[in-house]
């Protein structure tokens, strides 16, 4: 049985690589000197920095555990160049809506979504809508607040 795959930008992948060396090579030794430096102070039960510490110790490595099982699992995807016109995972798409209130979206994986950007899960509703599509296209988006009409403006990678 093949598992599936998750995928991500390479930008995007390249975040989460860097974010696990910062953690582990940067941030997790600093917290561990500090940690050595509170628990030297004596008594732990009533000592807030210790406590502070291991509780952000804790975190980071939580997170390390996370983001090294995730970085593993993720399959980096580079954009397409072979139909610059037709919309695929990782475009940047400008639509007009029904109300022509203009959009920008951008097409990534669930691990880069950002609303306030614009990077929308290539599993949204609206990236499914939009995909394989090309300039000038009308989409008909299902959403949970009902259908929505988009009109593609542009793509770029």
Known sequence: MSKKRDYITREGWQRLADEL???????????VRCLADAAAEG????NAE???RKKELREIDRRVRYLGKRVDELTAVAPRTDAPNTIFFGAWVDVIDDTDA????RIVGADETDGPTGAIS???PVARALLGRSVGDVVLVELPAGQRELEVEAITY
């Open 21 to 31: 060396d910062y953690l582990w090579r940067d941030k997790r030794p600093h917290v």
């Open 43 to 46: 008594d732990r039960s009533e």
């Open 50 to 52: 210790y406590i502070y």
């Open 102 to 105: 203009r959009h920008r979206y």
């Open 122 to 124: 290539l599993h949204s």
